[in-house]
């Protein structure tokens, strides 16, 4: 079955980096694009980013500049890169893949930013 495992999460300073992965599984994952969701508390859950198939990414505006989207379809993985971190970037952050209308999601990988 599908499994979305994300990796990476923690405690970082305002202006640091963070790395976050998402092992996938149970699907041809070089056929699909990826993205990466977060939830703040309090708030609804957002698209942040999202990668093709084919590699063309796309990105909410708060995170354009700062966060790039990646895959490795030889290791099913997805990334994503977090620069220059702000508390506003805290949440729950989540991979998800669609398949024909239906999301699946990965438990989450807590961000959190201090200033």
């Known amino acids: 079955q599908v499994q979305l495992v994300e990796s990476g999460g923690g405690l970082v300073q305002a202006g640091g980096s963070l790395r976050l992965s998402c092992a996938a599984s149970?699907?041809?994952?070089?056929?699909?694009?990826m993205s990466w969701y977060r939830q703040a508390p309090g708030k609804e859950r957002e698209l942040v980013a999202r990668i093709s198939s084919g590699g063309s990414t796309n990105y909410i505006d708060s995170v354009k500049g700062r966060f790039t989207i990646s895959r490795d379809n030889a290791k099913n993985t997805v990334y994503l890169q977090m620069n220059s971190l702000k508390p506003e970037d805290t949440a729950v952050y989540y991979c998800n893949y669609l398949f024909y209308g239906h999301n699946y999601w990965g438990q989450g990988t807590q961000v959190t930013v201090s200033s």
């Open positions: 149970g699907f041809t994952f070089g056929s699909y694009a």
